[in-house]
């Protein structure tokens, strides 16, 4: 040390060093002192050999150290390693094994060391290819890779084996060094990769649609399908040798680039799902110089090879589809046009109708007073004539007079019956309905009938039950229908047969039935539908045997159904079999106990209340309407919400049922024009509504309903809620008991 001995060092009185050489370098100095006497030349010979010794001693053990520290280190690594370490001699017998290949080798039991494969019964498909991998290192003298498919406990392993050879010192391999790593799954992965890529180049290679994947930062196809020689006359490499202008026409680039560029945007700020996809139509052009319409699905995604920005789509051809709907578009203007002019030639027809109804209205009402006056005269006097007032008559003037006197009321009652059906055919027939007795009107008609049947010799049956019956209808029209079956039933019966006629209530179905059964001439069965047609009978020549105009059944036939009704023939279609005629309204029972004296009373005061239904189905609207007419209800009926808005105006109903999915005018919609009439502004409207969302009622109740029924709806159902929301009074049989109900 150049500044001196160390603090405590001994004092140091003689001194002597020697170096040591290695390669002509120094690499230490050792060195001893203090001896009581000087040092020798021999001493310091000695001393330097000793120096030399001891270096070479310590030099001895670093490496001893140096190569037990690699020892571990390498058996810590051999040991610990999944891998599989072998290493065999060049017979391919086994030399070593780590665990890892013991246990590939059949275990501790199987004691593979020392054994070669054959030893070891390994197959001899793999015995072969071990035995020839081994020798061709050995015999090239450098290291190679093989890859082994091994039977382990009934389980096919791959192995991916690297030899390496380990030579003697003279330059010779006496053995090799194996390290084998189990590739079985990643083998596996490989092919499903493989089988998966293959599925998708076949799909994407026989599928008419064009698959691809554009990358945006360079705007050109990184691939194509073939399938777009096909749809554009290009082959796939053409398309990706080309920018991406190329697949869009001059009139659309500039739009196709901005509308990618707000994509590319949308897509980087995160707001889209990864899984957000964009339908575009657009036209594309061909090799041939023509235009292919086309329908683009495409989705934004970062590769995940070289994380950038990709597009991948596949384009479909819909050019066949686009010329359809150019030519529905085309068919449906002209459509639209034929419809208008047709609108307008029924408006001019349905004009020229009308006049021509008011002419026919005209001249009916001038031939009826022109008809009847002259017969009120023929009458009277006739009547006068065989009272004797202006002197007796002797038989034969007497029969004359009889004859006068019954083509008179038989010509009245043709003119009344023609007139009435123009009215009921024309839509201004008005019913004037009260609650009536059934056997009331019935018995006088009977009654005077069977005078009638009597001069023939033909008999009448009346059946009614003992228990008043009462019937909300027009009394003068029923008794129209009951008088025109009747005497029907009287023409076509010959003298001295029976007719019937059956009055009966149906509770569970809530109609009165009217039947009446005669066993006269019978209808042929191919006739039925067609008596109830105007001016015709069943056959011509009846008209010749028995005369009449043909309108009595087609009148009768109106009026029933004008009280909501149903009239049904039937007949065994044989001569002398008869007919029968059935006739079923709408009728209520009273309440047990109410007294009928209050029916008739809450009859003649309270009409039923007015039910509109607007509902675009047919049936349903049947169905409703037959229920509440026979729960004493008159019902209204209209296709949609114009026709619904329009009637309501007309005649203000008590309550409306509203489908809210109609053409033209939807439920929504008239309901709010509806609320805007003075007379409906505070009308119940029930919502009918076939849509099951959860805010359909809400929706409803928003546009102005006060109450919601969602489709399909029972009839009872409907009369259900249709009499809470018109409680009090709500019905004739509720007025009957003493509700307060509103005059109609």
């Known amino acids: ?314 384009t479909r051809d819909i050019t066949e589809r686009r010329q359809a709907e150019v030519a529905l578009r085309q068919a449906r203007d002209t459509l639209e046009q034929r419809v208008e002019e047709r609108t307008r030639d029924l408006t001019r027809v349905n004009a020229e109708l009308a006049a021509a109804m008011q002419v026919k209205d005209e001249f009916l009402s001038v031939m009826s007073h022109e008809l009847r006056t002259p017969l009120n005269a023929i009458l009277i006097m006739s009547q006068v004539m065989l009272e004797g007032v202006r002197g007796s008559l002797n038989e034969r003037q007497l029969r004359a007079m009889q004859t006068i006197t019954e083509s008179g009321q038989h010509l009245l009652a043709m003119i009344n019956d023609i007139l009435d059906i123009t009215s009921v055919q024309a839509g201004t027939v008005v019913l004037d309905r009260a609650l009536h007795e059934v056997d009331a009107l019935c018995a006088p008609l009977i009654d005077r009938l069977r005078a009638e049947a009597a001069t023939r010799s033909q008999s009448i049956d009346y059946v009614c039950p003992s228990e008043p019956l009462y019937l909300w209808a027009d009394g003068r029209r029923f008794g129209q229908i009951v008088r025109h079956l009747l005497e029907n039933a009287m023409k076509f019966t010959p003298d001295g047969g029976q007719i019937s006629l059956f009055v009966q209530p149906d509770l569970d179905r809530r109609v009165l039935s009217v039947r009446i059964e005669d066993n006269g001439i019978g209808i042929a069965h191919d006739a039925i539908e067609r008596i109830f047609q105007p001016f015709t009978q069943a056959d011509s020549a009846l008209s010749r045997q028995f005369g009449g105009s043909g309108i009595g059944l087609t009148l009768v036939r109106h009026l029933v159904e004008l009280h909501g009704g149903t009239i049904t023939a039937e007949s065994a279609g044989m001569p002398g079999s008869g007919s029968r005629f059935t006739v079923q309204l709408p009728w209520q029972a009273p309440p047990v106990g109410s007294p009928h004296g209050a029916i008739l009373a809450a009859g003649a005061v309270h009409g039923p209340h007015v039910v509109l239904i607007a509902d675009d189905n047919p049936s349903a609207q049947r169905v409703m309407g037959d229920a509440l007419r026979a729960a004493g209800y008159e019902v209204l009926a209209a296709l949609d919400g114009i026709e619904a808005v329009a009637t309501a105006r007309l005649r203000p109903p008590d309550l409306i049922l509203m489908d809210m999915q109609m053409p033209r005018c939807d439920g929504a919609t008239a309901i709010r024009r509806l609320r805007q009439l003075p007379a409906c502004a505070a009308t119940p409207i029930v919502a009918m509504s076939s849509v099951v969302v959860p805010n359909d009622r809400a929706l409803c109740l928003d546009a102005g309903a006060d109450d919601y029924l969602a489709k399909p709806i029972s009839a009872d159902t409907v009369v259900d809620v249709v009499a809470r929301h018109l409680a009090p009074g709500r019905s004739l049989i509720d007025a009957a008991s003493g509700a307060d109900a509103r005059p109609s």
Request: with cysteine.
């Open 1 to 314: 040390n150049r500044r001196g001995l160390p603090e405590g060092h001994a004092d140091v009185k003689r001194m002597m060093t020697v170096p040591i050489m290695r390669n002509d370098e120094i690499v230490a100095i050792v060195g001893v002192g203090n001896k009581a006497f000087d040092y020798e030349a021999e001493e310091l010979e000695v001393f330097a050999r000793y120096a030399d010794s001891v270096w070479d001693s310590i030099q001895v053990k670093r490496v001893e150290d140096a190569l037990w520290q690699s020892r571990e280190i390498y058996r810590a690594v051999v040991e610990n390693s999944t891998d599989s370490i072998v290493r065999c001699d060049v017979n391919g017998k086994f030399l070593f094994g780590n665990e890892a290949a013991i246990k590939l080798l059949g275990g501790a039991e199987a004691a593979p060391i020392g054994k070669t494969p054959e030893e070891l019964g390994f197959c001899p498909a793999f015995r072969h290819t071990w035995d020839a991998s081994l020798q061709y290192v050995v015999a090239q003298g450098f290291p190679a890779s093989f890859e082994f498919d091994m039977e382990i406990a009934g389980r096919t392993q791959t192995l991916d084996m690297r030899f390496a050879p380990e030579y003697s010192p003279t330059g010779r391999v006496v053995s090799v060094l194996g390290v084998a790593r189990d590739i079985t799954e990643r083998k596996i992965a490989e092919r499903e990769l493989a089988r998966r890529e293959e599925q998708y180049r076949v799909l994407t290679e026989t599928m008419k649609d064009v698959v691809w994947v554009l990358d945006i930062e360079s705007s050109k196809f990184r691939y194509v399908s073939p399938s777009v020689y096909a749809l554009r006359g290009y082959t796939s490499e053409e398309v990706v040798a080309l920018p991406v202008d190329h697949a869009m026409t001059p009139e659309d680039r500039a739009a196709l680039k901005a509308l990618t560029l707000d994509r590319v945007a949308e897509f980087e700020s995160g707001s889209l799902a990864a899984d957000h996809f964009y339908v575009d139509q657009f036209p594309q052009p061909c090799k041939d110089g023509s235009v292919v319409w086309t329908e683009v699905v495409s989705n934004y995604y970062i590769n995940p090879d070289n994380q950038r920005l990709e597009l991948r789509g596949v």
